[in-house]
């Protein structure tokens, strides 16, 4: 079961590591509100997925087995537990 996440500017801890967070919550009925605007997203069977807003294109982009020790620059992260 996905978990509601409130982190909005703040960060949580993954898994040794921390990631600045921007969003605005993950609901259960697995809608992303992201600065007044719902992203409806498909949910896959994983125990972690990124997602991330990237400045120059604002676009989502899903991420699946990632290099957690590979340094990531990017504004807004969207963690799904």
């Given at each position: 079961?996905h978990?509601?996440?409130?982190?909005?500017?703040k960060?949580?801890?993954?898994?040794?590591?921390r990631?600045?967070?921007?969003?605005?919550?993950?609901?259960?009925?697995k809608?992303i509100?992201?600065?007044?605007?719902?992203?409806?997203?498909?949910?896959?069977n994983?125990l972690?997925s990124f997602?991330?807003?990237?400045?120059?294109?604002?676009?989502?982009?899903?991420?699946?087995?990632?290099?957690?020790?590979?340094?990531?620059?990017?504004?807004?992260?969207?963690?799904?537990?």
């Amino acid at each position: 079961m996905h978990k509601k996440i409130l982190a909005n500017s703040k960060k949580i801890k993954l898994k040794g590591l921390r990631f600045g967070l921007s969003f605005r919550f993950i609901s259960q009925n697995k809608e992303i509100q992201n600065r007044g605007r719902t992203v409806s997203y498909a949910c896959l069977n994983l125990l972690i997925s990124f997602y991330w807003i990237t400045n120059t294109t604002n676009q989502f982009i899903k991420r699946k087995n990632m290099n957690l020790k590979r340094k990531i620059k990017y504004s807004r992260f969207l963690v799904l537990i």
